[in-house]
């Protein structure tokens, strides 16, 4: 294929690669170059979201006059990223697979006034139960859904646009369009209270040790099979600059009341999710299911099982973020979680995952939600009007998606 | 207009191709081919798979346009160059391919005239005029179907008489069927034959027509042309030929000193299956594998030779429990009788499958080297849940340097590798596994002769280890030069077995084009 645009150049291996031997120094994996630097063009896309994200963070808070990096309107932002967060690891791991959840939104509203009306004066059910309630009814319902589209062939696609509307229905019925109010202190606290500044500062201090530890093993393992040294320099940026990352971020959230329980919820399921994906063998069969299917069945791999799976674990985090949900606004109401499965999806669209499936990493994902979620905090800072707020969003995601395909066409 | 007064011209060819060269990247797939037709003639075009006939054809049909190739061609003696398959049908040439290209959910009328619709203004379809038009057509073929059909309630052979159909709505004089045979009934074939003689005693239809199945190619043809490595090695009236000579024709290669001798010490027997029947998935009742069994000793390569459509693939997906249609039979290794429904069982039992089409049943090419070397073996490799990068980096690292495969290192995308290196890390996923019994289907398409050497060397080494090994190919070279045994298929049918000694090359493909000889 010729360059027509001027994109950016991508290496190509040498066609007969079978009889020259590859010279030292010259890297199979996909580059591209820009000026004299050759930058995977994996990492290129990670970077480029970054960069993407400084730069908005940069703008809005030039244009609010400091406002939108103040330590409250931060801890706000941050709060507003854990609801789609969490919904967008498990999204990742749906489109992952080549599928789709599009019946999520419906289901936080749903789950949110099964927890509301289990807390309630009528049932007074108590945290645990309420909690457990909540987070089994998404794994269920997801769990239904997951078995029509892996064991009866319909398309994810219609299976959850079918959810998607009945769901919503199950909502306005049980709530009989009224909104519930929550009552248990316990569970409000979820959505709004703060973990402690020193408890924060301790999480701080664990995790630089974590990512220490991480660089000097993985230093070592490059080291055993011979994939050449990290120099000093790598080695000391991958341990700084994520380290220094952990730190601003713990100080600037206790310079408001500390880290908000949210934050810690989608940390914690962030993590979780990146360990499933990258560690296990699991994780691994559903890349393969997504990048080719043919080869992951004649691998042995059960696909059908795995894309249940894969539902049942994006159920259970409808469970946890709808939790996050109902306790942030206090109440449940008939309307609650609308379009937020859209999010979501665009979450992980804009974090580099291919609908396609096979490509996607949870760290694009969360960056994606953190994006969508500075988007809609600044542009309501700037008071523009909800019309523009959806064109806005409305045209990066084409452009996110747009420059997605590019990419894939290169490759 | 065609004249039906076909005998005055019948000498002069209605089709001339003169040096048609074709070259593929790395390949020559023509070497100066000459072809010629006449009018009304039914000439036959057979060759190995891999001589050339479909990619001779694709430049007729304009599939491969002026000018991606070398030679020219004529038609009624002026030069032909069509730039795509539009040009090719305007000069009457028409080709129905394997694959039927007629759209499914579109009835008969619709699909006869796709793209050609009879019109008002406006691009308003005539439909009137369009069925009744198509209810002439079917009528001229003696076709007892409504033209308002929908075309995905007809079998096969009906459908591909509705290519004819389509075909003759375009005016052509020049008809070629690629393998029109292979999924119809014997009932099926009858009506085809007849009407394919119709057609050209009435209608002076010119037609070139491939086939693997000799006795029809004797039946109808009046000329026959053998390519060979995409060249002619000759044509003759079909009266002055026998099967032998053009079977002879067909394979007359040398089986070149590339392949090791093999010395293989067998043991006892590792893998047997029995009373394989497999039916077609689209075709209910169609049989693509009847009641066939082998079994393969510790240590021994049993070669599967036959031509496409015999059943070969197929088979060995039905074993390995990935045949999506209707399967049956036994598998026993070492004596066991196992049960195999899925790829896992098979894997769980010892069975590794190096599935034909690599990029299509083999790898994920957007992923690491690493990642699709350790695919199907990743549990048994680095842990049942978490994976252990490590141990598993340390088992891509010792499979890439046992099989030479060139990439800067185990992270390197699939993708971006050469053929034969792909197909080493497909060689390598298995081998991971830990195998007793490794099938291996076209394990050398679609690469170079150095990378088929060190596949050949492999298979060799990993016989000698004691593996039992399947291995199917199109290249009957292949199968003589590393197979211990062969066992010839035909329509789905064992029709020949031979110990290493008495295979011949011709033997093997008189029994892969219906002729039954056992000579073990």
Redesign the interface.
């Known amino acids: 294929m010729s360059h027509q645009t001027n994109e950016p150049v991508i290496d190509?291996?040498p066609?007969?690669?079978?009889?020259a031997?590859?010279p030292a120094g010259?890297?199979?994996?996909?580059q591209t170059r820009i000026g004299s630097f050759k930058i995977p063009t994996d990492a290129l896309r990670a970077y480029t979201m970054l960069f993407a994200l400084v730069a908005i963070w940069v703008y809005f808070n030039f244009a609010t006059d400091g406002i939108f990096l103040d330590p409250r309107n931060f801890s706000n932002l941050m709060r507003q990223t854990a609801v789609t967060g969490v919904l967008a690891v498990g999204m990742l791991m749906v489109i992952v697979t080549g599928n789709i959840d599009l019946s999520i939104g419906s289901l936080v509203g749903f789950i949110g006034g099964v927890a509301a009306i289990a807390q309630g004066t009528a049932n007074g059910w108590g945290l645990v139960p309420t909690l457990a309630a909540a987070i089994i009814v998404g794994i269920a319902v997801a769990e239904a859904q997951g078995a029509l589209v892996a064991y009866a062939n319909i398309p994810a696609f219609i299976v959850t646009l079918g959810g998607l509307l009945a769901w919503r229905g199950v909502v306005l019925g049980m709530t009989k369009g009224e909104t519930i109010p929550i009552s248990l202190p316990g569970f409000k606290a979820i959505g709004q209270q703060f973990v402690t500044r020193p408890v924060g500062l301790g999480l701080a201090l664990l995790a630089v040790g974590a990512i220490v530890w991480m660089n000097v093993r993985r230093h070592r393992?490059r080291e055993?099979?011979?994939?050449g040294k990290m120099s000093v320099l790598n080695l000391a940026l991958g341990i700084v600059l994520p380290a220094l990352v952990v730190v601003l971020f713990v100080l600037r959230m206790n310079a408001y009341e500390g880290i908000p329980i949210p934050v810690i919820i989608l940390i914690v399921v962030a993590l979780g999710g990146a360990f499933l994906m990258q560690?296990?063998?699991?994780g691994?069969?559903l890349?393969?299911i997504g990048?080719?299917p043919?080869?992951?069945?004649?691998?042995?791999?059960?696909v059908r099982t795995h894309i249940w799976a894969v539902f049942c674990i994006m159920g259970a985090l409808a469970g946890v973020a709808s939790i996050i949900y109902t306790a942030r606004v206090g109440s449940a109401s008939p309307d609650a979680g609308n379009l937020l499965e859209l999010d979501a999806i665009a979450a992980c669209v804009i974090g580099g995952t291919s609908l396609m499936g096979?490509?996607g990493t949870v760290f694009g994902a969360c960056l994606g939600a953190l994006f969508m979620a500075s988007l809609d905090n600044g542009m309501s800072l700037l008071n523009v009007q909800p019309y523009s707020q959806y064109i806005i969003k409305g045209a990066i995601l084409v452009t996110a998606v747009g420059l997605d395909m590019l990419g894939r066409k290169q490759? | 207009m065609t004249t039906t007064d076909i005998s005055s011209d019948a000498a002069a060819p209605f089709l001339e191709m003169r040096g048609i060269t074709k070259i593929f990247p790395g390949v020559r797939a023509l070497d100066g081919v000459t072809f010629d037709l006449r009018r009304g003639e039914l000439h036959a075009l057979v060759g190995e798979n891999g001589a050339g006939k479909s990619t001779l054809m694709k430049i007729l049909g304009g599939v491969y346009p002026y000018p991606e190739y070398g030679g020219e061609f004529f038609i009624e003696s002026t030069v032909r160059r069509f730039e795509s398959v539009r040009d090719a049908e305007a000069a009457g040439v028409a080709v129905i391919f394997q694959e039927l290209s007629l759209v499914q959910e579109m009835t008969i009328g619709e699909n006869i005239f796709l793209g050609r619709e009879p019109r008002r203004r406006f691009g308003i379809i005539r439909w009137d005029e369009l069925y009744s038009r198509a209810r002439q057509l079917l009528a001229d073929l003696r076709l007892p179907l409504d033209p308002r059909t929908p075309v995905k309630n007809l079998g096969i052979g009906q459908q591909q008489l509705v290519e004819i159909a389509k075909a003759l709505s375009q005016e052509a004089r020049l008809l070629v069927l690629d393998e029109p045979t292979a999924a119809l009934t014997d009932a099926e074939v009858e009506t085809l034959f007849g009407i394919l003689n119709d057609l050209r005693r009435t209608r002076g239809v010119g037609m070139i027509y491939i086939s693997h199945k000799l006795d029809e190619v004797f039946r109808l043809s009046d000329r026959i042309t053998v390519l060979r490595d995409g060249r002619t090695v000759g044509t003759e009236q079909t009266s002055a030929l026998s099967e032998a000579t053009v079977i002879a024709r067909m394979v007359g290669r040398e089986v070149g000193d590339i392949f090791p001798v093999p010395d293989h010490a067998q043991g006892e027997v590792m893998f047997e299956a029995r009373g394989f029947t497999v039916e077609d998935p689209n075709v209910a009742g169609k049989r693509l594998v009847d009641n066939v069994g082998f079994a393969v000793r510790r240590g021994e390569v049993l070669g599967i030779a036959g031509l496409m459509g015999a059943g070969r693939s197929e088979l060995l997906m039905a074993i390995f429990g990935a045949h999506a249609g209707r399967a049956d039979g036994d598998v026993l290794i070492e004596g066991q009788r196992v049960r195999i429904e899925s790829p896992a069982d098979a894997i769980k039992h010892g069975l590794g499958f190096v599935t034909e089409d690599r990029k299509r049943y083999g790898l994920v090419l957007d992923q690491t080297i690493l990642n699709n070397m350790t695919l199907a073996g990743l549990a048994r490799i680095s842990g049942r849940f978490i994976t252990n990068l490590d141990a598993e980096a340390a088992a891509g690292n010792r499979s890439m340097k046992e099989l030479r495969v060139k990439a800067n290192s185990v992270f390197a995308v699939t993708g971006t590798l050469s053929g034969g290196n792909q197909q080493k890390v497909v060689l390598a996923k298995w081998l991971l596994t830990n195998p007793r019994v490794l099938f291996l289907d076209e394990p050398t398409r679609g690469i170079d002769v150095g990378a088929k050497q060190e596949i050949y060397a492999q298979i060799n080494k990993l016989a000698k280890s004691g593996l039992a090994i399947v291995l199917v190919s199109s290249e009957l070279p292949e199968v003589l030069g590393l197979s211990d045994r062969v066992l010839v298929l035909y329509e789905g049918r064992v029709t020949g077995e031979f110990t290493r000694h008495n295979a011949t090359p011709e033997k093997v493909m008189a029994c892969a084009t219906g002729h039954t000889q056992h000579a073990v």
Do not use: K
């Not at chain 1, 043919?294 to 059960?302: K, P, Q, T, V, Y």
């Open positions: 190509r291996p066609v007969n690669a079978d009889v031997p590859v010259v890297e199979l994996t996909r393992a055993r099979y011979g994939l560690n296990t063998t699991f691994r069969y890349y393969a990048g080719n043919d080869a992951a069945r004649l691998s042995g791999i059960n096979g490509r490759g």
